[in-house]
């Protein structure tokens, strides 16, 4: 072969192989985030007793945790692992099944078990149509029990049946102490963790829909008749704190006043959950804890 057909070829072989290495880190990194995403979040501290750490704020909570919203890594806990009902801040799970699976910008159909659906609601009404975004928004922001049977029903078929996939999304995000019956958190036969809640929630934040939701501090709800109503946000830590952005209040009488929220500060992020609490006393506490997490 001449020198003047060599060097072409010898080029192209180089290059190829020069393309092969360039994608190993790429490829190796790619196996690096699904070897990480399948790790276990929100683990106990080896030294964890029932609260730890002993230098932590005082709080009501019956039960707590405190993690880093990047990493997982505990930063507090307070009974973490202790079962309990959580209100309405399940409705995180059923966002995050509806945000993932389904088109957000199609339209849902109400049905009369939807709108029959107590106490806090939007009053949609049976045969009404809405896109699944302004029914997520309004679950999410005024924690619209109508509109989170109606985000349930549409996607599997009954409220039955989407609990399973409750269970399933639980399962794998390492929440494998939970149970879950309805998709809005009213007195049922079913339970979580805060820690289990934190997993969940670990999930959800990094979905941008669900950051966007969580996030508002109102919202214009449009009803199929064209009347306007606008929501205010349950989560009043969104009005009085510039470092929330998120996530999502519950309460019953046997649940407590329940609250996960979302807090940037210093470019760090933290999620903390609250259980059993009362609500003279949730902002404030998740206030003095996300002040103290800031220089731990």
């Not at 964890?48 to 993690?67: G, K």
Request: with cysteine; glycine share 6%.
């Amino acid at each position: 072969m001449s020198r003047r057909r060599f060097l072409p070829l010898l080029f192209i072989l180089l290059s190829g192989c020069a393309l092969d290495e360039s994608q190993q880190p790429q490829q190796s990194e790619q196996s690096e985030r699904r070897s990480a995403s399948s790790q276990p979040v929100v683990v106990a501290p080896d030294a964890a007793r029932s609260v730890w750490p002993a230098d932590a704020p005082p709080i009501h909570a019956v039960s707590a945790i405190l993690i880093d919203a990047r990493t997982g890594r505990t930063l507090y806990q307070k009974n973490a692992d202790e079962p309990r009902q959580v209100a309405s801040t399940q409705k995180i799970v059923t966002a995050l099944i509806v945000a993932e699976q389904d088109s957000l910008d199609a339209p849902v159909r109400i049905a009369r078990d939807d709108a029959a659906v107590e106490p806090t609601k939007v009053g949609i009404r049976a045969g009404e149509s809405y896109p699944r975004r302004q029914l997520l928004s309004a679950m999410l922001v005024h924690s619209a029990n109508d509109c989170a049977a109606a985000l349930a029903r549409s996607h599997a078929g009954s409220l039955g049946g989407f609990a399973g996939e409750m269970n399933g999304l639980a399962v794998r995000c390492g929440a494998t102490c939970s149970h879950f019956v309805n998709p809005h958190g009213l007195p049922a036969s079913q339970h979580s963790t805060a820690r289990d809640m934190a997993r969940i929630a670990f999930q959800a934040y990094r979905n941008p829909d669900l950051r966007d939701a969580m996030a508002l501090r109102s919202y214009c709800f449009r009803y199929a008749s064209g009347r306007l109503c606008n929501l205010d946000p349950t989560n009043r830590l969104l009005l009085r704190d510039p470092y929330c952005n998120g996530m999502k209040t519950g309460f019953t009488e046997s649940a407590g006043k329940c609250l996960i929220t979302s807090y940037s500060k210093g470019g760090r992020d933290f999620i903390l959950v609250q259980l059993g609490s009362r609500a003279r006393y949730i902002f404030d506490d998740a206030e003095r804890l996300m002040q103290w997490a800031q220089f731990h």
